[in-house]
């Protein structure tokens, strides 16, 4: 079985309009980056396990745990 190939060649102006787009950043909206969530969701979690431990210490200090 044959394949032939052809070669199309484009324009000048065609290619750079072809890259072009793919240069620019895909626009996601009002949305936040990933790294970002991630970074909001490191504190939260931080912020509840300081608090967790807070409490858990200070029933230890008054003997209540």
Same mark, same amino acid.
């Given at each position: 079985?044959?394949?032939?190939?052809?070669?199309?060649?484009?324009?000048?102006a065609?290619?750079?309009?072809?890259?072009?787009?793919?240069?620019?950043?895909?626009?996601?909206?009002?949305?936040?980056?990933?790294?970002e969530? #991630?970074?909001? &969701?490191?504190?939260?979690? /931080?912020?509840?396990? !300081?608090?967790? #431990?807070?409490? &858990?210490?200070?029933?230890? /200090?008054?003997?209540? !745990?």
């Amino acid at each position: 079985m044959k394949v032939s190939l052809r070669y199309f060649p484009r324009s000048q102006a065609h290619a750079k309009r072809s890259t072009a787009r793919h240069d620019e950043p895909p626009v996601a909206g009002d949305f936040p980056a990933p790294g970002e969530v #991630l970074v909001e &969701i490191g504190l939260v979690l /931080a912020i509840h396990l !300081a608090v967790a #431990l807070a409490v &858990i210490l200070t029933l230890r /200090a008054f003997g209540i !745990a």
